[in-house]
């Protein structure tokens, strides 16, 4: 299993490799120069040499490269050229935001995905089974953008159950657990970051701290871009549930386990149901992609400040650290997600580690 | 969405199915069994009608604004005479845009849009992905070797997150959108043409083929590819359908077509702060995207089913 582990890992370098080497050279191929994109379309020739100067961008690219390489082996993201601050400092703010949204969406998408997939298999050409596959089918057919303002629609405008917007209530705040609790962090240094980042994860936060208020006002906040976001890996999780599922209820195994007269829901359970999740698992680790992207959607729409938005914002506005920080927490994250998918499609299915 | 095969289906095709019937004759008979892809096939030749027929359906053109007119304003809602609206308000049967202009007209005349964006992005990705797929399994080694770490390389990203970046480096506007979906897309043509080939390379018939002193790219063409292609179609028929959502979704961002093109995508985007106070601004361009996406998906679906030899045991 180690070694199966590590043959993975050193797999993964010359992906993470090449990934940031094309968004190095992506970002700055992306044509109109920071400077004027920030101080505006008038600034003068010197004013933009100082610019460059100051931010490093006169260097030649290869030395620019060797100093982006440089700085992420050792931790350092740069300053966004835009706003003059950390990269790091922004990703800790706006990070949590996306991934409580990617979070409730997944769990939402698993658990709604799963039961669907097992009742229509279960129900194999019923009406239940034919409405839950139409169903899906629509709900891989919606644009992301369009459900979310659908949703806002009916559930904010129309019936004003749920706000459409917003992450809290304007007026209040949550409070960071570290500073409830009277800890003392020197700003800006690692330890200081990394309990804000965790304290930005507001309904996890609240939890902790016991702010109910705050908790029951995040979920409300959350529902409807969490439920948009969540349609298409939920549509993607009920369509293979049910054809895997299908494919092994056929199986030997599963008739032996009838003929001992174990009962129907004891043989979906234990027998089906264990064997048919593993293709599930590895959509879900697939799916993380798309949930990224739908993020950029669906924090647009909510008007949630998340790294979705920062991203898309880095992009217009040519903020090269801003682009090239996000893309390397988010390959670090892809690739590590992946590895754990594939260690725990290996521990599921012994047969994968021998290969 | 394997299922158990209905015996009698497959006893019946090979009755009607005659000695010589080819591979694609009787993967479409039995696209024809399957509501889905019956489903699909009609979606799908619906929006093309109204693609070809767009002048002669639409009442008005996509940017004829009606500012001005008498009983008119910017935003007005669905006017359909036959349903009670009054006879003496002009009828636009799915209201009128923020530029005055007629929705309907502009939803007819984005069906074009969409199925031409939707199958060049496919056709490019197709082409492209299927040959660096074939060349990387066909001749392997080093070859295969940097072919597919590229690959791997595009698909280390969020495929919209690259699309926007590619996008923005080229400049917004619909061409470039296509070009960047395409790119993002073709990996996933390489990937199984490349494990097809690698799985038909060592038939016998291409052995046979050698024997007989063919060239690697006679080999390539005339044995190796006709024999690949059933799973492209099916992932060309998806594709499809996700690049018509991913142009919308490039065209609501505001990096798509460019007003005043009429594109789904981005009349929703227009006027999204109007949810509140003109849903159906909103609501109509969504249903036209998900109703052309929906008839991809299914038709894909379909030829999953049809073309999966698993089920014509």
């Known amino acids: 299993m180690l070694r199966f582990i ?23 191929a992306i044509p109109g120069d920071p400077c004027r994109s920030i101080l505006g379309e008038k600034a003068t020739e010197e004013a933009c040499e100082r610019f460059a100067r100051n931010k490093g961008l006169d ?24 706003f003059s601050r950390p ?25 709604v995905g799963v039961t ?41 405008a129309t019936l004003g159950w749920l706000p459409p917007s917003g992450r809290l209530t304007a007026g209040l705040s949550s409070e960071p657990f570290f ?110 992609g798309a949930l990224l992207s739908g993020a950029v959607l669906t924090e647009t729409i909510f008007g949630l400040a998340g790294a979705g938005t920062m991203i898309f914002d880095a992009i217009t506005a040519r903020d090269f650290p801003v682009i090239q920080g996000f893309v390397v927490v988010i390959a670090t994250l892809y690739v590590v997600i992946n590895l754990i998918v594939d260690i725990l499609y290996a521990y599921l299915d012994p047969r994968i580690r021998l290969e | 969405m394997t299922q158990p095969s209905e015996p009698v289906e497959s006893e019946e095709l090979l009755l009607t199915a005659g000695p010589a019937k080819g591979l694609w004759r009787s993967a479409f008979s039995r696209l024809l069994r399957r509501k889905s892809g019956v489903a699909g096939l009609i979606i799908i030749g619906f929006i093309v009608l109204v693609a070809i027929f767009a002048p002669l359906i639409a009442p008005h053109s996509p940017t004829e604004d009606f500012i001005g007119e008498p009983n008119t304003t910017r935003r007005d809602p669905p006017c359909v005479h036959l349903l009670g609206c009054d006879e003496e308000l002009p009828e636009h049967i799915m209201g009128l ?44 080694r080093w070859v295969d070797n940097v072919i597919m770490r590229v690959m791997d390389v595009i698909l280390g990203f969020p495929a919209l997150l690259l699309a926007i970046g590619i996008v923005a480096a080229l400049g917004p506007g619909l061409r470039n ?116 996406v929906l008839g991809f998906n299914l038709l894909g679906d379909g030829l999953r089913d049809a073309l999966d030899p698993s089920l014509n045991e």
Do not use: C
């Not at chain 1, 260097?59 to 440089?70: A, C, N, S, T, W």
């Open chain 1, 6 to 28: 590590v043959r993975r890992l050193l797999l993964a370098i010359p992906v993470i490799f090449g990934i940031l080497l094309v968004t190095f050279f992506l970002a700055r």
């Open chain 1, 59 to 82: 260097e030649p690219l290869p030395v620019q490269l060797g100093i982006y390489m440089r700085d992420i082996v050792t931790g350092d993201l740069g300053d966004s050229i835009r």
């Open chain 1, 87 to 111: 990269v790091s400092q922004m990703l800790v703010e706006r990070l949590p935001m996306t991934i409580e949204l990617a979070t409730a969406a997944l769990i939402i998408a698993v658990v």
């Open chain 1, 116 to 156: 669907l997939g097992v009742i229509s298999a279960m129900r194999h050409n019923s009406a239940v089974d034919v409405g839950t596959m139409v169903v899906a089918n629509v709900g891989v057919s919606m644009p992301v953008f369009w459900l979310g303002l659908m949703l806002i629609w009916l559930f904010a």
């Open chain 1, 179 to 288: 500073e409830k609790w009277g800890w003392d962090f020197k700003e800006g240094s690692f330890p200081f970051l990394t309990v804000e980042f965790i304290s930005n994860h507001f309904i996890f936060n609240s939890i902790i701290t016991g702010d109910w208020e705050v908790l029951r006002d995040a979920i409300k906040h959350l529902i409807l871009p969490a439920f948009a976001l969540s349609t298409i890996p939920m549509a993607v999780i009920a369509r293979i549930t049910r054809s895997s599922l299908l494919e092994v209820m056929g199986r030997d195994y599963v008739r032996t386990a009838r003929a001992k007269g174990s009962r129907e829901r004891r043989v979906v359970i234990r027998h089906g149901l264990r064997n048919a999740l593993l293709p599930v698992t590895t959509i879900i680790g697939l799916q993380l």
């Open chain 2, 97 to 140: 845009d923020g530029n005055a202009r007629d929705q309907f007209s502009r939803i007819v005349y984005g069906s074009r849009l969409s199925l031409s964006v939707g199958l060049s992005t496919v056709a490019i990705a197709f082409t492209v992905g299927s040959t660096l797929g074939a060349i990387a399994g066909y001749w392997g």
């Open chain 2, 177 to 292: 959108t296509l070009l960047a979906i395409a790119i993002v897309s073709i990996p996933q043509y390489a990937r199984v043409m490349r494990a097809s080939v690698l799985s038909v390379k060592e038939e016998e018939f291409v052995a046979a083929s050698r024997a007989l002193g063919a060239g690697g790219w006679r080999i390539l063409l005339t044995r190796v590819v006709p024999n690949t292609l059933t799973p492209l179609v099916v992932i060309g028929t998806l594709g499809v359908a996700s690049a018509i959502l991913d142009a919308a979704a490039f065209g609501f961002l505001g990096l798509g077509a460019q007003p005043p093109t009429a594109e789904w995508g981005s009349m929703l985007a227009a006027e999204r702060q109007q949810i509140f106070s003109a849903p159906h601004l909103v609501f109509f361009p969504g249903i036209a995207i998900m109703i052309t």
